[in-house]
């Protein structure tokens, strides 16, 4: 039987890192911060969660089976140090090291995240990321972290998504301290952890990794916003102000004028996107009834409408915007 050639086939290239992700509310269980004590909607905590903090061996090994080659995870800053400046507490540190060395053996290569929605008790009592305090207790917890992985790290995401832990926990309420509204607070978050990561990458940056340079940047979540109706003044005006909220505003000021050269990429996190009509967002994560989007025809999972054309489109605007890998 005559084989079929294949020169149509997309095939990614030969180093391309096809991984999983984390987060250590998500899967480590026993953490102390903001979450330890938050029920979800569902009745849900993350007091065991996955237990991967006991059980990371084993999940290494699950990595493996699937067939991954990398692992994004965080570093929980609340495991690591008890008060600002403290030193690193060693135990957890060499979990951590242990960890990375485990992924090593296996062949999958470890990303580590500094922030992930979550700080230390410490942080959260003096208003967390709203207190520009808190910019130098995160620069030097990193500085710390570096000089402990800097021969086993060469990639490093500083914040995953702070548009989505700004907005939620300051604007949606939906995550802790659940504020709402808090719109001069949100912009105040952003600007701070904007700060943060330029200190941080400069820090990240003067060190080598077996040869390696350091690759160091921020995960953006990217939303389209558009008006269900594109002859709706109102909708269109909505749509373009959570717009320039929560995309435009928030690269500018990761990645706007010099700070752009603080990063060496930028990653993506792309779920779809969200249309307005009569003002209301038309998706599940904003209680709209399944059957009414079903009506208009939307196609959406639990969070946002499906749009995956979108997809292309961010990737070229980023790219032809900020000149970074993607």
Same mark, same amino acid.
Request: glycine content about 8%; proline content about 5%; aromatic content about 14%.
């Given at each position: 039987?005559?084989?079929?050639? *294949?020169?149509?086939?997309?095939?990614?290239?030969?180093?391309? +890192? /096809?991984?999983?992700?984390?987060?250590?509310?998500?899967?480590?269980?026993?953490?102390?911060?903001?979450?330890?004590?938050?029920?979800?909607?569902?009745?849900?905590?993350?007091?065991?969660?996955? %237990?991967?903090?006991?059980?990371?061996?084993?999940?290494?090994?699950?990595?493996?089976?699937?067939?991954? *080659?990398?692992?994004? =995870?965080?570093?929980? /800053?609340?495991? +690591?140090?008890?008060?600002? &400046?403290?030193?690193?507490?060693?135990?957890? #540190?060499?979990?951590?090291? %242990?960890?990375?060395?485990?992924?090593?053996?296996?062949?999958?290569?470890?990303?580590?995240?500094?922030?992930?929605?979550?700080?230390?008790? /410490?942080? *959260?009592?003096?208003?967390? /990321?709203?207190?520009?305090?808190?910019?130098?207790? &995160?620069?030097?917890?990193?500085?710390?972290?570096?000089?402990?992985?800097? %021969?086993?790290?060469?990639?490093?995401?500083?914040?995953?998504?702070?548009?989505?832990?700004?907005?939620?926990?300051? +604007? #949606?309420?939906?995550?802790?301290?659940?504020?709402?509204?808090? &719109?001069?607070?949100?912009?105040?978050?952003?600007?701070?952890?904007?700060?943060?990561?330029?200190?941080?990458?400069?820090?990240?940056?003067?060190?080598?990794?077996?040869?390696?340079?350091?690759?160091?940047?921020?995960?953006?979540?990217?939303? =389209?916003?558009?008006?269900?109706?594109?002859?709706?003044?109102?909708?269109?005006?909505?749509?373009?102000?959570?717009?320039?909220? =929560?995309?435009?505003?928030?690269?500018?000021?990761? +990645?706007?004028?010099?700070?752009?050269?603080?990063?060496?990429?930028?990653?993506? *996190?792309?779920?779809?996107?969200?249309?307005?009509?009569? =003002?209301?967002?038309?998706?599940?994560?904003?209680?709209?009834?399944?059957?009414?989007?079903? %009506?208009?025809?939307?196609?959406?999972?639990?969070?946002?409408?499906?749009?995956?054309?979108?997809?292309?489109?961010?990737?070229?605007?980023?790219?032809?915007?900020?000149?970074?890998?993607?």
């Amino acid at each position: 039987m005559a084989t079929i050639p *294949n020169e149509n086939v997309l095939r990614f290239p030969e180093n391309f +890192l /096809w991984g999983t992700a984390t987060s250590p509310t998500q899967v480590e269980g026993g953490i102390e911060n903001e979450w330890t004590n938050f029920i979800a909607q569902d009745g849900g905590n993350c007091r065991i969660a996955c %237990d991967h903090y006991h059980r990371y061996p084993e999940d290494i090994g699950w990595m493996s089976k699937l067939g991954t *080659n990398a692992y994004r =995870f965080g570093i929980e /800053w609340s495991r +690591l140090q008890s008060a600002p &400046f403290a030193t690193l507490n060693q135990n957890e #540190l060499a979990r951590y090291l %242990d960890l990375i060395d485990r992924l090593k053996a296996a062949n999958i290569t470890p990303m580590v995240v500094l922030h992930h929605f979550s700080n230390p008790p /410490w942080i *959260n009592l003096i208003g967390g /990321w709203t207190n520009a305090k808190t910019i130098s207790a &995160f620069v030097d917890y990193v500085q710390k972290l570096v000089v402990a992985f800097k %021969d086993k790290i060469y990639l490093w995401n500083t914040f995953n998504e702070p548009d989505t832990y700004a907005c939620v926990a300051y +604007l #949606l309420g939906g995550f802790p301290p659940q504020r709402k509204g808090k &719109f001069g607070q949100f912009r105040k978050i952003i600007a701070h952890m904007a700060r943060a990561h330029v200190e941080a990458s400069r820090i990240i940056r003067r060190e080598t990794c077996a040869g390696k340079t350091m690759q160091v940047g921020i995960a953006k979540n990217w939303t =389209f916003f558009h008006a269900y109706k594109k002859y709706s003044l109102w909708d269109r005006t909505t749509a373009f102000a959570c717009h320039y909220t =929560f995309n435009k505003f928030v690269l500018d000021a990761f +990645l706007g004028g010099g700070r752009r050269n603080d990063s060496t990429f930028i990653g993506l *996190n792309y779920y779809g996107r969200v249309r307005f009509h009569h =003002f209301a967002a038309m998706i599940p994560a904003s209680g709209a009834p399944v059957k009414r989007l079903k %009506d208009f025809g939307f196609d959406c999972d639990d969070m946002v409408e499906r749009y995956p054309e979108g997809l292309e489109k961010i990737l070229a605007y980023l790219t032809k915007k900020f000149q970074l890998p993607i």
